[in-house]
């Protein structure tokens, strides 16, 4: 079987394998299911030589693929220990049960009709990327769950990588960590993982997006709480003395900059986003989230939303009207500016892999913003799936290909710039 025809059987293999999350789930992982695929990747790792792999109580499945970096060579212990990690679980929302990979190789850059639901068509007109993938083999669902592309093209990415380089000894490499983690999905993937026994220096997930992108940038995010406190009274007889927790709030909420919303943003613009709210007369609160790429950002929409509040406490003398923050994520690229190698080095790598890098941001955060501010630097490696999250997810074996690539690429990059 060639190396392409391989990756192909291996990700249409864990495709499979039903690994969903659960959002409403408080134990960990959040399903036992996404041990099924875990326990598989144990036994590939093995299967690819890396002894030590195993899988915690948590789910988390960790090895490592030991430095071939002969003494005597320039870079011989001067490499530091890359960590590449993938989430085996996908989103909570489409089913992931009973996945049929279709291969449509030799695609002829039309609609593709998915064939277990033929209402649901991935449409080329809907999809510039898709047209330009004209004579690849390009894998789809059947149309009735999601494929799971999401992150399930970068396991088996990772896990391709690490068997051409086993089957390619003069392919040197320092020593490189693998992680697999449940819980991506519902924005727990971090939550037990133990970054000492990881032991990366610097790491790359390998997560969704289109081939040649490289995300070192996440949303920096804040959690706002509104508190309103009326005055309640009869309702008939409230005439000068009733002050309505309720309508002080909504001003409060009619007054904010409307186009500062999810809704009206997009690219690099932050928002302010009530995402709640309850109360009654005497007492009402909302919740926000706050979301800008600059901390100095943040702080200008949390003083919009503070002068909101002023405003509103002048304008009904009976409200009490307070706004408390709290902290809940920063953007990684504080941290990794700190160490410029690590996303110059993916560059390099994606060029030698024959593709364009493109540096993009995610409006949100990731598994590899937590483990940056965890100590292991992680910018995002992409996997070449698109769509993901629906049951129109397509990813063409040609981009999982250059992933791989790029990542044989990566390891080479880290050990001639580490040479004495
Ligand atoms: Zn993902």
Redesign the pocket.
């Known amino acids: 079987m060639s190396d392409r025809e391989s990756l192909l059987d291996r990700f249409c293999r864990y495709a499979r394998i039903d690994t969903q999350s659960s959002d409403t789930s408080s134990s960990y992982p959040s399903t036992e299911k996404q041990k099924d695929l875990l326990r598989v990747l144990v036994d590939d790792l093995k299967a690819a030589g890396l002894a030590d792999a195993e899988m915690d109580g948590h789910g988390y499945v960790m090895a490592t693929l030991p430095s071939n970096i002969p003494p005597g060579h320039s870079a011989f212990g001067r490499v530091p220990t890359i960590g590449l990690l993938g989430?085996v679980d996908t989103y909570h929302e489409v089913s992931g049960a009973n996945v049929k990979p279709q291969v449509h190789r030799n695609y002829d850059g039309g609609d593709i009709v998915l064939p277990g639901d033929p209402s649901i068509v991935i449409r080329a007109s809907e999809e510039p990327d898709l047209v330009a993938c004209k004579g690849m083999t390009i894998v789809t669902a059947d149309g009735t769950t999601l494929l799971g592309a999401?992150?399930k093209a970068?396991v088996a990415e990772i896990l391709e990588a690490v068997w051409r380089f086993r089957e390619d000894p003069k392919r040197l490499h320092g020593p490189i960590r693998i992680a697999f983690t449940p819980d991506?999905?519902v924005g727990r993937g971090t939550e037990r993982f133990d970054a000492k026994k990881f032991g990366a220096t610097f790491a790359y997930t390998v997560?969704?997006s289109g081939v040649g992108e490289l995300e070192s940038e996440t949303f920096c995010a804040d959690s706002a709480t509104l508190k309103v406190g009326g005055a309640d009274v009869h309702p008939g007889y409230a005439k000068g003395k009733m002050t309505n927790a309720v309508r002080v709030l909504a001003d409060v909420i009619m007054a904010l900059p409307q186009h500062r919303t999810p809704e009206t943003t997009e690219a690099r613009e932050g928002y302010l986003h009530p995402i709640n709210l309850s109360g009654n007369v005497s007492e009402a609160t909302a919740n926000f989230i706050v979301r800008d790429f600059t901390e100095e950002g943040l702080h200008d929409l949390e003083a919009t939303l503070k002068s909101a509040a002023e405003w509103a406490g002048k304008k009904y003398p009976g409200a009490k009207v307070t706004v408390e923050t709290k902290e809940s994520y920063r953007n990684m690229k504080y941290i990794l500016d700190q160490h410029p190698q690590v996303t110059d080095y993916a560059e390099e790598a994606i060029r030698r892999a024959g593709l364009t890098p493109r540096r993009t941001s995610i409006r949100g955060g990731t598994d590899g913003a937590r483990l940056t501010f965890m100590g292991v630097p992680t910018p995002n490696l992409f996997d070449g799936s698109m769509n993901?999250h629906g049951k129109k997810e397509w990813v063409p074996l040609e981009w999982m290909d250059a992933a791989v690539q790029t990542l044989l690429h990566l390891m080479d990059v880290w050990v001639v710039r580490s040479r004495s």
Do not use: A, I, T, V
């Open positions: 989430h999401d992150d970068g991506e999905e997560d969704g993901f």
